[in-house]
């Protein structure tokens, strides 16, 4: 198995911030890096893939970076829709891995 | 638009098998891979395991020796048994499509069901 952590497991922000949000894989991974926001009671969604990919229908605020073993979520200017919990996930091998989740609130 | 519905029974007793099925609507189930993934409450997201039109399967080892996925093309369907379940087992269970572009993602999620093991 490749362990995924993600840094801050918590973050407190304001509406317009700019914040980041790191995953780290335990071994290199190239680019196989997703990232998911998942609101309470609600399936996640797909935000980036291959590490810096942007989904469609994402709203470009949201972008990746990374490769490797280290990887950054960041938010340029934060919505009242962005407050929810991010997880990273890794497809270079399976068992497929999420890091264990951040939850962005507002401050 | 592809669209993915889990239906489960809710409720489990401990040592029993629990059985969830997917059904896939608006789109051809033999194009990609299938996926299982759950989440107990409060906590965070396991894969566990996928299948692909082939009837090919790859699971989560930590699972492996309870788990079968399987699908039928002719219901547009793929389905989860988990053997063996105890109270750790309790958890929303997602059905996932796999996309692939530079590498695979999960591009698309049922709403999960909530199973819960209790006698």
């Known amino acids: 198995d490749i362990p995924m952590t993600q840094s801050p497991s918590f973050l407190s922000a304001s509406v317009g911030d700019r914040v980041t949000i790191t995953c780290r894989a335990s071994q290199s991974i190239s680019r196989y890096l997703n990232w998911y926001q998942q609101k309470p009671g609600k399936a996640p969604d797909l935000l980036i893939y291959?590490?810096?990919r942007l989904q469609s229908g994402v709203p470009s605020r949201f972008s990746g970076r990374g490769s490797g073993t280290d990887f950054t979520l960041t938010i340029s200017s934060l919505q009242p829709e962005d407050f929810a919990t991010y997880y990273c996930?890794?497809?270079?091998?399976?068992?497929?891995?999420f890091g264990q989740g951040t939850k962005l609130e507002i401050k | 638009q592809v669209q993915l519905q889990e239906s489960g029974p809710g409720l489990v007793k401990p040592s029993e098998t629990l059985s969830i099925t997917c059904n896939v609507s608006?789109?051809?189930?033999?194009?990609?891979?299938w996926s299982w993934i759950r989440q107990p409450p409060g906590k965070g997201l396991e894969w566990i395991g996928y299948?692909?039109?082939?009837?090919?399967?790859k699971y989560n080892p930590a699972l492996k020796s309870r788990v079968a996925v399987s699908l039928d093309t002719s219901k547009s369907q793929f389905s989860l048994k988990l053997s063996s379940v105890t109270a750790a087992d309790t958890a929303v269970y997602y059905c996932?499509?796999?996309?692939?572009?530079?590498?695979?993602?999960?591009?698309?999620w049922g709403r999960g069901t909530l199973v819960t093991v209790s006698s």
């Open positions: 291959a590490a810096s």
């Open positions: 996930q890794q497809s270079d091998q399976t068992p497929y891995t």
């Open positions: 996932v499509r796999e996309g692939y572009d530079r590498g695979a993602y999960f591009d698309l």
């Open positions: 299948t692909f039109y082939t009837g090919s399967t």
């Open positions: 608006g789109g051809s189930i033999s194009s990609t891979y």
